[in-house]
């Protein structure tokens, strides 16, 4: 059997003390998470500490963590930076090994006091061998432990962990990804980095059997070399994405003063993406768009792309955005391309590649004949469709047209998920978003295609730089194998 | 007086013969164009041409255009491509000048037939003098014509000229535009070209009280010189942007079936925009953003962005776009930061820039407070609003939010139109597009402020590309004014 790894405890705890929630129905912070663990029905023990109360939300209320007759699995930091130590002190003094400081006002201040207090719990958090997440950060939130204590509540758990530096990108990460059904095993926000590191919940992550793909928001590192030998060795069988923030000058600044991070410069990390064949994202949607791929479709076996969508001129803006993001759109096959003409010669529509075929979205049959000739040509890896939602409403002089493409979209699904080629199949997605009517029924198109496992992009330029990164990922790992 | 232009005659016809209408129900072309006319209140004399009906819309239909008693001023070709030849020909003997040729099946095809009947109507046109725009286009959309056969109805008439080589493109932007109160002077789709040209149109733009900016889709050019001077004189006055597609080589393989163009390398058009000044665009949504722009927006003193928003994760990621976008992202004043603090020195808030004031979002006291004292700082020459619309919605904790966000709302609004700085204000603007409620508020706002005159973006990075194209475009010509 292996060890239990000494963090399990943190991020499965049976007890959470949390320092600094108040009975006053105005204070937030510690209270916030106590009332958010309640109304998860967090099946462990909770102590609130405060020495100003005796009960807090229904619970008895501890003056201090020395206090708390058993010491808790975890204890969470919502007091004045300036108490921070004191309570550190505490809890080294009662035995309790996991923290996390939410707690703010540290080296991110700038300012000599706040450099000072960080020095300072960075020297207790090593003199009392403590396990902390922070400061300045929002921590866990494990869906499997109930442990969410923000963010959105959790409607599923998942193979998918999030380190983030971030507090504001962690939660809006789990209202966002969980309405496309990517569920979490672990998002840690973790702010200052006082205590653990990055490279040490990479460590975790790596030989956790609850996560399959690790994504990471980061502002500064503070061991390169450990830090690309470990995101090298990860990789390899579980990908790493990495949003790197502030790798510009002013991004830097605004870093140094949000995590009081060095956030290093552009050209070190391009070398560091280039060494390591971790997968490179600019934001959250754009780690969602290739955790999609990552989650739902086999590796192509190369990187030759075929385009079905409506317009001419959209066809042209399509070969282009693919070509830029480094995809192929070969012509089809000669022999492909008779049997297309054969039946979606009309004027206007075109049987070369992209696919230049709006008349057939309104008609599930023709629809479903074409991309099944398409697919078929050996030329194709891919498939991106490129769906016109503000054509997918009746009108005047289409009636039935909404029935129909709601036919036309559960075809998509069956061919994306089944189709007897192996090919992966994804979406392009884009409504109007300043007319309400056609963002809420983008809306629900993409609910409806992304929970059924069809990786769905808002648009041909997010399709396809997330298909490119993902062959990318495995023609890395491909020539990383043939020289091993 | 100015002479007349030719092209007036077209532009604002007093009668539109439409060749190819017909009686049948199921017949579209010719006949959704009569009827689009029809809808529209076409204030002019309407004269269907089919030689098999005597009434068509409740109207007398001709055999022919000879047969129509006294010339049209302009006439919609809507025919199978082996009749069109014909059909100019009866224009050239009855004395119509003005032709739209919406048949496609020339040279697009790639076949032998479609390239000689290209060749063909190309040489009838030349011999008969005709100002012909097309064939394969959807033709003209001219709101104070009355004349918009297609594409959204015209809800204003504006000052801005759309010039496409897609009629799909043009039909969306007719949509787009129009509901971020962007209204148009005139849309033209012109298809292969084989008569009137960009160039043509372009001469014409130049000279037309009722347009003012001037916005391009190009698939090819025939006369590269004559293209960069006109470019390089018109942009002096007219600010002329353009979205040049089939740039890559799939791009450019899928323009030669869609108008027969030749496209053209990317390093050359490169070198195009470089020269010329003119505004690069690459997607529709990209022209509007720019647009929106210049309809609204004085031209800011420099490059030095105020950015405000709110999380600190959030604000490395602005600095680091805009940084890449060409925007400098300046220290403020120490006597501002100063300012500010004193109140915003809250909590995970900061003063530095950009300004992370997610606290103030809700409160329009202190927003205003903030903006205010921030916007006045010598340092800044222009500002984007990042509004999380997401936690504009009232929820458990923080009940009454909405009421406050709207009151944000107005005052930025207020303060965008008719602060004492004159410096660009304009709102970045993200919802949830996978979230149906939050798409529809976010679709709500988006109206509010883009119809209030507020440049309304879809991203930061939608915000920033714009800006530094609208400030590099005020830059090149006051570089050529200096020169000059």
Chains 1, 2 share one sequence.
């Not at 300072?120 to 300045?136: A, C, F, H, K, S």
């Not at 390591?276 to 768009?289: K, M, P, Y």
Request: net charge negative; proline share 5%; charged share 20%.
């Amino acid at each position: 059997m292996p060890e239990l790894h000494e963090l399990d405890t943190m991020f499965y705890p049976k007890s959470v003390a949390i320092v600094g929630a108040s009975a006053n129905p105005a204070s937030w912070g510690g209270t916030s998470f106590l009332s958010r663990l309640q109304k998860l029905g967090f099946p462990g023990k909770l102590y609130p500490v405060n020495p100003k109360d005796t009960e807090i939300l229904g619970l008895r209320a501890y003056p201090s963590v020395r206090s708390i007759p058993n010491p808790p699995d975890l204890a969470i930091i919502a007091v004045p930076a300036s108490v921070v130590p004191q309570v550190l002190e505490d809890c080294i003094a009662t035995g309790v090994k996991n923290v996390h400081i939410f707690s703010s006002g540290f080296a991110e201040t700038g300012m000599e006091e706040g450099c000072r207090l960080d020095d300072e719990i960075t020297e207790i958090i090593r003199r009392g061998d403590l396990r902390v997440v922070g400061p300045n950060c929002m921590g866990l939130y494990i869906p499997k432990s109930k442990l969410a204590y923000w963010g959105a509540e959790p409607t599923g758990s998942g193979h998918v962990a999030f380190l983030s530096q971030s507090g504001g990108h962690a939660e809006m990460l789990s209202e966002y990804a969980q309405d496309l059904g990517v569920y979490f095993s672990k998002i840690i926000s973790f702010g200052n980095a006082c205590g653990l590191q990055a490279i040490d919940f990479l460590e975790y992550l790596a030989q956790d059997p609850d996560t399959s793909i690790i994504t990471m928001y980061l502002e500064g590192i503070k061991d390169g070399n450990r830090f690309v030998q470990l995101i090298k060795s990860i990789n390899r069988t579980k990908p790493v994405i990495i949003w790197k923030g502030g790798l510009t000058e002013s991004g830097s600044r605004a870093a140094a003063s949000h995590t009081g991070s060095l956030a290093g410069e552009e050209r070190v990390w391009d070398a560091f993406f280039t060494q390591t064949g971790a997968v490179r994202a600019n934001s959250l949607q754009e780690i969602v768009d290739v955790v999609m791929a990552f989650l739902y479709l086999q590796p192509p076996q190369g990187w030759r792309v075929l385009l079905i969508g409506g317009g001419g001129g959209n066809s042209v803006a399509m070969a282009d955005i693919c070509s830029r993001e480094g995809l192929e759109v070969p012509h089809l096959a000669e022999e492909t391309r008779q049997k297309l003409n054969a039946f979606i010669s009309l004027a206007g529509n075109s049987a070369r590649n992209p696919v230049d075929a709006w008349m057939l979205q309104n008609d599930v049959k023709l629809f479903q004949r074409a991309l099944e000739l398409a697919v078929a040509d050996p030329v194709i890896d891919l498939v991106i469709l490129d769906q016109y939602t503000w054509n997918a409403d009746d009108d005047e002089e289409n009636p039935g047209n909404s029935q129909e493409a709601e036919k036309v979209g559960d075809f998509i699904i069956d061919f994306a998920k089944n189709n007897r080629f192996g090919k992966p199949v994804v979406l392009a997605l884009n409504g109007r978003f300043n007319d309400a009517a056609s963002a809420t029924s983008t809306a629900r198109l993409w609910r409806k295609f992304a929970l059924a496992g069809v990786p769905t992009y808002v648009s041909q330029q997010s399709a396809s730089r997330a298909l490119s990164r993902f062959i990318g990922y495995h023609q890395f790992q491909q020539r990383y194998a043939d020289v091993a």
